[in-house]
T-cell receptor
Framework: EAQVTQNPRYLITVTGKKLTVTCSQN?????MSWYRQDPGLGLRQIYY???????DKGDVPEGYKVSRKEKRNFPLILESPSPNQTSLYFC?????????????FGAGSRLTVL | GNSVTQMEGPVTLSEEAFLTINCTYT??????LFWYVQYPGEGLQLLLK???ADDKGSNKGFEATYRKETTSFHLEKGSVQVSDSAVYFC????????????WGAGTKLIIKP
């Protein structure tokens, strides 16, 4: 089944404790992206990647890092999480066969930073 | 710059009611327009899209027409069901990329039996 898989789905952590949210897709998609969803603010893009070793900042990149060493994986790294990074995070991917601007989303990762 | 504005929620309706969720956009050129839906506990998924003016996208009983003259892409459904309860996002395709989207804030829809 074609899918985007995120882990963990739920995480409670403390301020300053480094964490990584993994994202993996099995569709050979070139494009991958991370979003955060907050009440009243909709979806905001954190980082995106057009292909392996190519990453770019989205609208809210501060406090996050990403890497794209393999085509299928696009982990989101919070080096020193803070409470304002408490949010619902989504990974998405797309490729030439998806249709223009058609994204496949993961199920989301709910992160709480205490 | 390009932007999308959609009506604030939550929108609460009774089952079998008629639904309209308003979406207007500001854009240079003629981008594609999308509605994505997020069911409780799930990621977003494409509901429907329209790629040019006067196109009508439709899926699962939902429809939206790309109106260039009013810069709108309102989502409609004739008779909603409890299972339609979700958050609906209107989005505009970037003219610079086949993958980037400009998102509305989302509208939560609650359908009561």
């Amino acid at each position: 089944e074609a899918q985007v898989t995120q882990n963990p789905r739920y995480l409670i952590t403390v301020t300053g404790k480094k964490l990584t949210v993994t994202c993996s897709q099995n569709m050979n998609h070139e494009y991958m992206s991370w979003y955060r969803q907050d009440p009243g603010l909709g979806l905001r893009q954190i980082y995106y990647s057009m292909n392996v070793e190519v990453t770019d900042k989205g609208d809210v990149p501060e406090g996050y890092k990403v890497s794209r060493k393999e085509k299928r994986n696009f982990p989101l790294i919070l080096e020193s999480p803070s409470p304002n990074q408490t949010s619902l995070y989504f990974c998405a991917s797309s490729g030439p066969l998806s249709g223009a601007n058609v994204l496949t989303f993961g199920a989301g990762s709910r992160l709480t930073v205490l | 710059g390009n932007s999308v504005t959609q009506m604030e929620g939550p929108v609460t309706l009774s089952e079998e009611a008629f639904l309209t969720i308003n979406c207007t956009y500001t854009a240079t050129g003629y981008p594609s327009l999308f509605w994505y839906v997020q069911y409780p506990g799930e990621g977003l998924q494409l509901l429907l899209k329209a790629t040019k003016a006067d196109d009508k996208g439709s899926n699962k009983g939902f429809e939206a027409t790309y109106r260039k003259e009013t810069t709108s892409f309102h989502l409609e459904k004739g008779s909603v069901q409890v299972s339609d309860s979700a958050v609906y996002f209107c989005a505009l395709g970037s003219m610079d990329s086949n993958y980037q989207l400009i998102w509305g804030a989302g509208t939560k829809l609650i359908i009561k039996p």
